[in-house]
Structure formats: structure tokens, C-alpha cells
């Protein structure tokens, strides 16, 4: 089974810095990798997605995402965040099990909180 | 619809009662997911239908839970005697379910909250 790892549950950082939201999986099996934000008093929605080629993909916010396969890594990042990205962001993983299921973890969430 | 309703959006209830949950997904969606979040915690994946047909049922916590799908709209999560611990937020997601369906893109419904007392 998958399992996927959000070290941080909390990440304050000050409007305009740059910010990291890490995520790892457990297993370089075929994977299709995925962040989802949930903005305060809102569903989740989906910020981004890797299914193939590129390693690096980007949201239409200023967010992207690279998928490491050697490190079992699809770390967020934002280069300059605004107020507005304060928000939760989910990351997660769709797999095929051995029974041929699709199956989807994701993991504990990080809450990202952008000081002015 | 425009996109998932769920319904209710909260509901409170006592041990031991029986509970029932409804998602409509968004027309077209093929597939469609249950989930549980309890609080401070992640998204717990339980149920995934593809069309009406549940391939694996493994997620469910226990067979207090059950789900079902009328063809390829409406679905409910049932709750049989409810027990404090099953307090959460559940949410219902759908997808286009093409082939492949785990490149599908979900789209999540607002969630019920769902509180045993």
C-alpha cells in the first residue's frame, strides 16, 4: 500500500517570500501524483497534477510541482505568495493495487499561513 | 448540476442511530468516491464506485458502513448504529472515470459533518 508523508502540518511564511510544501510517497511504483488546496470555508480542489512526461508542472496561481522519482518526492512550491494562498494543500496519490483496484491516499495536509 | 452537492451539510446524531448520506455528482461522472476526514487529519479514502458497481469495498471502516450508486448519479453512505468515534467530515468526489481513471481530476463536494453524540 501507499502511504504519503506531509512532514509539515504548519507553515507560516511572510507575503512575497518563497515557500516549500513537501510532500514524499512510499513507493516508486506507477504513480499519479496530485495537490489539492482547500481554501478557508471551501471544498477542495485540485492545484495541480503530474500524470507524465515533463517532470515539472505548473498551476495557473504562480504554484508548480516536480515529481522525483528517485527521491519519491512532489514537493510544492511558490517562489512569492500572496495572502490569498493561505489555504490548506493536500497531497495525493492515485495507484493500482495488486488486485488491479484504483486506490488514492493522500496525505495529512499542511496549512499554509501567509503573514502580511 | 453546476457541481457535487452533498446533503445534509451537517448532522447531528445520537450512538446508536442509523445514519444516511447522499452525494450528487456532477453530470457525466462516471466515478465517484467517498472519503472521511476526522479532525486534525487527513482524507480517509472509503469507497470508489465506477458507475454503479463498487470493484473494491476494502476502505470501508467496518460493515457498520455500507454504500451504494443508482446507476450513474446519486449515491449513499450509510451509517448503521453510529458510534462517537465515526465523527467527521465526509466527502463525496467525482470524476469523468476515463480509462485510466487514475489520471482523473476529482471534484470534491462541500462535505456533511457528521456529529455522534
Known amino acids: 500500500a501507499q502511504s504519503v508523508t506531509q512532514l509539515d502540518s504548519q507553515v507560516p511564511v511572510f507575503e512575497e517570500a518563497p515557500v516549500e510544501l513537501r510532500c514524499n510517497y512510499s513507493?516508486?511504483?506507477?504513480?499519479?501524483l496530485f495537490w489539492y488546496v482547500q481554501y478557508p470555508n471551501q471544498g477542495l480542489q485540485l492545484l495541480l497534477k503530474?500524470?507524465?512526461?515533463?517532470?515539472l508542472v505548473k498551476s495557473i496561481n504562480g504554484f508548480e510541482a516536480e515529481f522525483n522519482k528517485s527521491q519519491t518526492s512532489f514537493h510544492l512550491r511558490k517562489p512569492s505568495v500572496h495572502i490569498s494562498d493561505t489555504a490548506e494543500y493536500f497531497c495525493a496519490v492515485n495507484w493500482k493495487s495488486s488486485g488491479g483496484y484504483q486506490k488514492v491516499t493522500f496525505g495529512t495536509g499542511t496549512k499554509l499561513q501567509v503573514i502580511p | 448540476g453546476a457541481g457535487v452537492s452533498q446533503s445534509p451539510s451537517n448532522k447531528v446524531t445520537e450512538k446508536g442511530k442509523d445514519v444516511e448520506l447522499r452525494c450528487d455528482p456532477i453530470?457525466?461522472?462516471?466515478?465517484l468516491y467517498w472519503y472521511r476526514q476526522r479532525l486534525g487529519q487527513g482524507l480517509e479514502f472509503l469507497i470508489y464506485?465506477?458507475?454503479?458497481?463498487?470493484?473494491?469495498k476494502s476502505g470501508l471502516p467496518s460493515d457498520r458502513f455500507s454504500a451504494e450508486r443508482t446507476g450513474e448519479s446519486v449515491s449513499t453512505l450509510t451509517i448503521q448504529r453510529t458510534q462517537q468515534e465515526d465523527s467527521a467530515v465526509y466527502l463525496c468526489a467525482s470524476s469523468l472515470g476515463l480509462a485510466g481513471v487514475g489520471t482523473d481530476t476529482q471534484y470534491f463536494g462541500p462535505g456533511t459533518r457528521l456529529t455522534v453524540l
Open positions: 464506485f465506477q458507475g454503479n458497481s463498487a470493484p473494491d
Open positions: 513507493s516508486s511504483v506507477s504513480v499519479y
Open positions: 453530470s457525466g461522472h462516471t466515478a
Open positions: 503530474y500524470l507524465s512526461g515533463s517532470t
